[in-house]
């Protein structure tokens, strides 16, 4: 499988609801369609969250892994 490569980073470590997709749409906003975000969460409701604005919105959740209570995802601009 080959690695996706991110063109931006985002932490929002310690942010609450909804304060990781406020931030996460304006990183996306920002960037060329078919570029790649990592945005990085300790909130656990950002899992629901970020499937929701991605079928909202139409940009693609690559992948999400959870670890140590860090949810890194990989999201794709529409």
Avoid: F
């Avoid at 690695?3 to 931006?8: C, L």
């Avoid at 906003?29 to 570029?35: C, L």
């Amino acid at each position: 499988m080959e690695e996706i490569k991110s063109n931006a980073e985002l932490n929002c470590e310690g942010m609450n609801c909804p304060l990781p997709i406020l931030k996460t749409k304006k990183a996306i906003d920002g960037m060329e369609s078919g570029q790649v975000l990592t945005m990085t969460a300790t909130d656990p409701g950002s899992v629901n969250d970020m499937d929701s604005w991605s079928k909202r919105t139409g940009n693609e959740v690559l992948s999400h892994t959870e670890s140590g209570g860090v949810h890194t995802y990989l999201i794709r601009k529409k």
